[in-house]
């Protein structure tokens, strides 16, 4: 409702009368046809991508007679639970998913309060060895987790840890602190100093400033950071597997081995048993990546 | 920040700087930083420096009961030196780590150019595919791609016949290495490409628009706004991301050892594996040592590259 | 060179929203207009619909004699300045500014012979090899400039390339792109945000808002003879002083009742509009330029204002002062640039207005004096109410002719 009545406008007499519609219908076809295109490639794309996921999940909620089938049934009808049932009963399931459980959260616990301090340090003072710190905790990525296990085994089997979860999270740490320390330093990073100086004018001490006034404003970060280290700590293969030698003490991933053996695999209750153990991963990671920031090319580890 | 020239004489200011408040002060970060160096230094640091003292020992079952090897120098290394197969998995992981790199980057750099230009609903459901496949557990995708490609039932095998590239019925995807290989590296690609694609899509997003525009009217077609203006920006993102992936890719051992039920034949040895199997299969500590020192040094250059990036782009302060 | 053309040009968003509405424009072969109106008024889309930045919703956009809505960016022969130059970070000078040669495959020869010329025009010479990180802000828009007048097309379209540098620089920069413009006669259509720009650098001058254009003139005319409310507020500076004041007549002449005061127009004004007729016995709107009020003389018959002075700011070769007057100031928020009332002291209120005056550097008047204020009434302004269209002299004409 605006009462600014424009001037009359300036005569420019529209020479040739190509209707404005007209130009208008003819803008939008030619990128229609182009829209179209780029978005059936994006679909075909996200079939492929997905596609292996999907058949997880599907194969695990078909019926045993259309698994061992040479034509492949696309979808899971009808659907049964048998696989899980049967994945869920075999030996030790329950039991390494205590141990993953057990595992996972001291290796969070223990590993973002070392990181949370080390951040703080990091993040927030100027001291010697600071870049040397740095680049250390970059190096790591150097090491080949494979490579390492060879005098971690030696060393644990001299203190009598081997087949313990207390190793099994000492050696976890390995990968998993230098990634949590680098993640939570550049969250600190992200929030200004001047909210701590303002509150230690205020009168707090420095310490009260990181704990009243940092702490809470990275949380979030604290959050994603140990999603992740419950990531990489659920997922982790080959140390359990190394380390770890019986049925009772062994980690989820390692269980999933179990399935093959001498007759075959059953691949039904394998894929029921994979889409378990892929679970709360999956969960918890959609729930973080958004958050996480990219920049962070650190340390997201893969696998 | 700025500090007002202080009236105080200079002495009491330089009698300021010793006060205890001062001192602790200092130490703080060394006090924080404590747990982290102790606990990186046990378990990475200890067990790095006997890697390599160990690569200069004989170590076997006997030295591992008696928790003590034979110093034997560079005995070790001249024995994997002349070995012929210990070439051939150098070489093999090299080659091994060449493809896989190339392919994810491309692909990746590719899927992410694609996703700058979808309509809203179908770049939520291609991200959302892309974290799903991210998200996904090696030992979980591993197993999921035996099965697909599983000599009776396999879906891959299936489906490759009726679209006539030959006939995969009963056929067995290990029996040859290459063919084997082909199937570990599309696990690999697979696995990777979301990380690849969803960081190089976020640095294309911070690529000025107006650099963009400003090529285009300069009479740039799209594919010269890709090469002049968008690549040279997104240089860093592509040394952090190709750096890391050598790392990773190099150091590889989950993925061929799951595939081929933990009994990997000689052909399919990548140097991870090599001395996985020389150190426990074997009980050569000492050989699987050296090779692992070897995998090591070869990562070096790498790690260099991308440390020295990331100092570049400012992450490292 | 080439004219541009835009005939009935919209844009709109989802939702309905239309950013410009209806723009019918020409600029004519080797013209210089600047597009000016406060943010949000559309002008930098209608520029990159122009550019082929934007898609056209409706109507038409023609270059030269083309018409083209459907041509991308790259096609149209056009060159343009960004507000934050946009130079490649990562290019020399040198090959930023052959950028556009190079992607129009002009031959090596050439391209080096157009870069060096216009590196010497602009003073780039010694700065060919360094990138953009190391040149100061008046460096890099002279490059942003150079990069733009190379490839020599057939029109500049300009956006807000000023804003980023500091006051000094800005007036030196304004001289000289005008300067390029004239030697160049290059058709350039050029947007700005600030009024002074536009007064001082376009041969003609569009102001716009709210997505629509509300005149389009010489700035002197724009400035003699605004076309409505938001015109006469939104050039000048200080801004135009508006009254809201009671027509009345008085025997044979028409008077102005403002506040307590009378102010009798002059018989030629009355005789050059004849629509004020029409408004006898109504409200109307006054406007009066800061210029046409002086310290009152001698002379008991001439129209004057009394009021109190509230603030005398000290020009230097000038004063203004702010004096506080009986009357009705215009409470029509919707009709004005706001932007530019709020140099107005006091907050409206009923029954008083502050007027700015422009006084002699030498005036004795001091706040809190009482002053009478001599009123050239040969230069009131009078606007609707209701519309904010001016009651024009019927003479004014519209539109300027082409500078050819």
Partial sequence: MSSVAPIAPVPVAPTTARPAAVARRRLRRGHVARRVGINLLGLAVFTVMIFPVYWMVATAFKPGRNIQDYKPHWFPAPATLSNFTNAVHRPYFWTDVKNSLIIVSFVVVL?????????????????????????????????PLAALIIPLYITLSRVHLINTLTGVIAMYMTFVLPFSVWTLQGFMRGVPRELEEAAMVDGSTRFGAFVRILLPLVAPGLVATSIFAFIQAWNEFIIAYVFLHDGSKQTITVWLASFTNLHGTDWGPLMAGATLTALPVVVFFVLIQRRIAFGLTAGAVRG | MAVAESEFPLVSRRRRRLSGRRVASALAPYALLAPAAAIIGAVLGYPLYLLVRLSFEKYGLFELVRHHGTWVGLGNYRKIFHDSQFWHVVLRTVVFTAVNVTLTMVLGTAIALLIARLGRFMRLLLTTALVLVWATPVVVAVNIWRWMVDY????????????????????????????????????????????????????????PQELIEAAQIDGARAWNVFREVTLPLLKPIFIILASLSI??????????????????????????????????????????????????????????????????????? | ??????????????????????????????????LVGPSGCGKTTA????????????????????VVN???????????????????????????????LRMRKVPKEERRRRVEEIARILGLEDMLQRRPAQLSGGQRQRVAMGRAIVREPQAFLMDEPLSNLDAKLRVQMRAEIARIQQTLAVTTLYVTHDQVEAMTMGHRVAVMRGGVLQQVDTPQRLYDSPGNLFVASFVGSPAMNLLEVVLERDG???????????????????????????????????????????????????????????????????????????????????????????????????RTATLLARLEHDTGVRPGHIVDLAVDTRRLHFFDLESGVAIAAAAAPVTAAAVG
């Avoid at chain 3, 409706?58 to 083309?66: A, K, P």
């Fill in chain 3, 47 to 66: 520029l990159r619909m122009v550019a082929g930045l934007e898609e056209i919703t409706d109507g038409e956009i023609r270059i030269g004699d083309r």
């Fill in chain 2, 247 to 317: 790392i990773w890719d190099f150091q590889v051992f989950n993925q061929v050892w799951i595939m081929l039920g933990e009994r990997p034949s000689p052909d399919y040895y990548l140097m991870s594996i090599y001395a996985f199997v020389e150190s426990f299969r074997i009980n050569e500590y000492g050989l699987g040592s050296a090779i692992a020192v070897v995998m090591v040094a070869m990562m070096m250059v790498a790690t260099l590259v991308y440390i020295r990036q990331m100092v570049k782009t400012g992450e490292v302060r």
């Fill in chain 3, 70 to 100: 459907d041509l991308a960016p790259r096609d149209r022969d056009i060159a343009m300045v960004f507000q934050n130059y946009a130079l490649y970070p990562h290019k020399t000078v040198y090959e930023n500014l052959v950028f556009g």
């Fill in chain 3, 1 to 34: 060179m080439a004219a541009i053309q835009l005939v009935h040009v919209s844009k709109e968003y989802g939702g309905g929203a239309l950013a410009v509405n209806d723009l019918n424009l020409e600029i004519a072969e080797g013209e210089f207009v600047v």
């Fill in chain 3, 252 to 350: 044979g002449t028409l008077v102005c009742r403002v506040g307590d005061t009378d102010l009798e127009l002059p018989a030629d004004t009355v005789g050059r509009r004849p629509a004020l007729e029409r408004f006898v016995g109504r409200h109307i709107a006054v406007g009066i330029r800061p210029e046409a009020l002086s310290e009152a003389g001698e002379d008991p018959d001439a129209p004057r204002l009394r009021g109190r002075v509230l603030l005398v700011e000290a020009l230097g070769a000038e004063s203004l002062a702010h004096v506080e007057v009986t009357g009705t100031p215009l409470d029509r928020p919707e009709l004005v640039d706001v932007a530019a009332s709020q140099t107005h002291l006091l907050p409206v209120g009923e």
């Fill in chain 1, 111 to 143: 590993s973002l309060t070392v990181a949370f301090l080390a951040a703080l340090a990091l993040s927030r003072f100027r001291f010697y060895g600071r870049t040397a710190f740095i680049f250390l905790i970059l190096g790591t990525l150097m090491v």
């Fill in chain 2, 152 to 207: 009776e039932f396999g879906v891959a095998n299936w489906t490759l016949t009726k679209l006539h590239f030959g006939n995969f019925v009963h056929h067995d995807w290990f029996a040859s290495s290459l063919s084997g290989f082909g199937v570990i590296t599309a696990v690999i690609v697979w696995g990777a490409i979301p990380f690849v694609a969803i960081t190089v899509y976020a640095g294309l997003s911070q690529v």
